[in-house]
């Protein structure tokens, strides 16, 4: 155990005095409190990070060792980063803290038990194109024709793949979950369920498991291995979990399950609950003091971020909201300007209007980095970033496709995950069709042949498998193969270069002659990545795991400029600026009509678009729109016509 170097009792005062001037009261009880269960509200800006930190600093300095606690956060990106603030606050971080999400601390327990659960220590973990090619190839695999509406509603936009995920993020079963969500499609189960076992099949012989099973996999473990589940009990005595208002069922059940005989500190905002998309459930943390009696609750309040008629306005609005724990955002910030609500005459003007507004915060002498637009869903920027083209205001977009979503960057991680894992079909699949004269059907026939094979990659290599067409291709691939075998899996840096370096350039060149450079550019970004990584297992694993990889890199790549951002509200969470206009505030595009249905969740994410501000807010709408065929007429969005009119001010343009 690797004790703390101040133990004797002057040194304990010293450290109490300085946890009661670096916190306020309420962060200062959090992070002291010794309840078996306790459960921190922390508004927004209100230093929620700082105070699990700060807890985290407290246990290590109290002599816990640190392979006794456990923090889960949001993303792996925000473990690393809770990791070095504890570093900072106390001077050193010993070795053994686990820190991670749900999904990266479920895979490394199923790979130190992965026999138990029918896998091998190297599986893969499927993304959620991988999954939507899996069971496109259980589709195919069961001969069944599809209608062509069904083929593009199922399969082509992906609804099969979200309806199975949905089931079981919702901790219930096919069946009932389409009973209770999508009773129209209820014709359909027998084939859902038909799809479905295939596809655990596959994912068997593939030894791989996708994103949902590193949750419910490793919740089936515990309850079936009563000696693996009190082993983890016992070890985990403190838990700390970030975000709990973003939990689904099954995470809920794991903190509850893991929990039983640990100090179980829950931190998060029910107000700020805004992925029932991903299956969150709001209910874990308003009914977590209903499942653990013995829970305390503490509401961190008071707002570091925002002015205070900013504030004013944020807790006007999420005042309308029933399902909630009732709180108050407050500040000790001096006042500033109240928030500016702007309607233009239709979306052309509102976009000219917001890229003038950002031009003149500019000439003034604010940053670009400072300020950002938000909205509600990705096309209603488009207007606007025509207006910053027209200016040549160089902007950043969040909320599109991710970095590792992009053909290029799939087509070499199917080579490296080959290597790691030799089952792994879509990979094989992938990186087959590359290849000259190789199409499906020839994919299929290797492919029986290959899983035949204990280890299907030295089978491909040492020849004992040859295709009956395409020997121009295949023999492409075996010499890239031999290449990447002989050069281990230590250096990922090295084993991407010898994939572009390959006949992959040319592959590339020829089917992206436009954006050749700039996919070359993404894979050297890879690569540069990868140099983090000890192993090409910690490699595949990261980048799988940490939804946050996305076009960040090109802030890194050019530190020198100033970029303007341009996200949806669901990727501005977690983040502020010292400007936000909030864009599309019009009845119809937000609250959507679709999040009509769900008012209180489309009023917390309003609620997360405001509380990004720190110093400027500003609130636009159009009276008509040309964004689809002909006019659309709706008026403000309800969120602005509920304010009481002293939360805001109203702008008129000549």
């Keep these: 155990m690797t004790k703390c170097p101040l133990e004797n009792s002057s040194d304990n005062n010293s450290w109490q005095a300085r946890l009661r001037q670096e916190l306020n009261p309420e962060q200062y009880f959090f992070v002291t409190h010794r309840n078996s269960s306790l459960l921190g509200i922390a508004g927004p800006g209100s230093g ?20 006794n606690i456990l923090l889960v956060t949001f993303t792996n990106k925000a473990a690393e980063e809770m990791k070095n603030r504890v570093r900072e606050i106390i001077g050193y971080l010993p070795p053994g803290l686990w820190a991670g999400t749900f999904h990266s601390i479920g895979a490394r327990i199923l790979r130190r038990h992965a026999s138990l659960v029918n896998r091998g220590a190297n599986f893969s973990i499927l993304d959620e194109d991988d999954r939507g090619a899996m069971i496109k190839s259980s589709l195919s695999s069961l001969k069944v024709n599809l209608k062509s509406k069904d083929q593009n509603l199922f399969i082509k936009r992906g609804l099969l793949g979200k309806i199975l995920s949905s089931a079981r993020n919702s901790a219930l079963d096919l069946e009932t979950y389409i009973d209770n969500q999508i009773p129209d499609l209820s014709n359909y189960l027998p084939f859902f369920k038909k799809i479905e076992e295939v596809y655990e099949e596959k994912k068997l012989l593939a030894n791989a498991f996708d994103f949902d099973d590193l949750l419910n996999t490793w919740l089936e473990l515990f309850r079936e291995n009563d000696n693996i589940r009190q082993h983890y009990q016992e070890q985990f005595q403190h838990i700390l979990v970030d975000e709990y208002q973003d939990t689904n069922a099954i995470q809920d059940q794991l903190v509850l399950l893991l929990g039983e005989k640990s100090c179980t500190c829950l931190v998060g905002d029910d107000a700020q609950s805004i992925y029932s998309f991903r299956c969150a459930e709001i209910g874990n943390i308003l009914t977590f003091p209903l499942k653990r009696p013995d829970c305390t609750i503490v509401k961190l309040v008071q707002n570091y971020r925002s002015v205070p008629e900013i504030l004013e306005l944020a807790n006007c609005s999420i005042s309308k909201n029933k399902q909630q724990i009732d709180k108050e955002l407050f500040t000790v910030r001096e006042s500033g300007e109240k928030p500016w609500v702007y309607v233009a005459p239709d979306n052309f003007q509102e976009a000219y209007f917001i890229v003038a507004k950002i031009q003149e915060f500019f000439d003034e002498g604010q940053n670009l980095s400072d300020i950002a637009v938000l909205y509600r869903s990705s096309y209603l920027a488009q207007d606007v970033e025509l207006e910053l083209l027209k200016r040549n205001i160089p902007y950043l977009t969040f909320g599109g496709l991710k970095f590792l979503q992009r053909a290029h960057i799939k087509d070499i991680l199917a080579w490296l995950k080959i290597l790691e894992n030799p089952r792994d079909e879509i990979s094989w699949q992938r990186v087959v069709l590359m290849h000259e004269g190789l199409g499906e059907a020839t994919f299929q026939g290797l492919w029986r042949k290959m899983r035949s094979y204990p280890q299907p990659l030295q089978a491909v290599i040492q020849e004992k498998i040859i295709p009956a067409r395409g020997l121009k291709g295949w ?35 020829e089917k992206y002659p436009d954006d050749f450079t700039e996919r070359s550019m993404g894979i050297e970004r890879l690569a540069a990545y990868g140099s983090r990584c000890s192993s090409l297992q910690e490699f595949l694993e990261s980048l799988i795991l940490e939804e946050t990889l996305v076009m960040e890199g090109l802030k890194e790549e050019s530190p020198e400029k100033d970029f303007l951002t341009l996200s949806t509200i669901h990727s501005a969470k977690g983040k502020e600026w010292k400007t936000v206009l909030l864009i599309g505030l019009n009845e119809g595009r937000f609250p959507t009509s679709q999040g009509a249905k769900n008012m209180e969740e489309e009023r917390r994410l309003f609620y997360v678009a405001v509380t990004r501000a720190k ?40």
Excluded: M
């Design 48 to 67: 929620k990070t700082r105070a699990l930190t700060f807890r985290v600093a407290n246990l290590l300095k109290e002599n816990i060792p640190p392979e």
């Design 475 to 509: 023999k492409a691939l075996l010499e890239t193969l031999r290449q990447l075998e002989n050069a281990g899996s230590e250096n990922v840096p090295r084993l991407i270069k010898i994939i572009i370096e390959s006949h992959y350039r040319e592959y590339l060149k």
């Design 615 to 654: 110093d400027y807010l500003y609130l636009t709408a159009s009276q008509e729109e040309y964004r689809g065929w002909g006019s659309y007429l709706s008026g403000p969005s309800s969120f602005i016509r509920e304010l009481p009119l002293h939360c805001y001010q109203v702008l008129f343009e000549d």
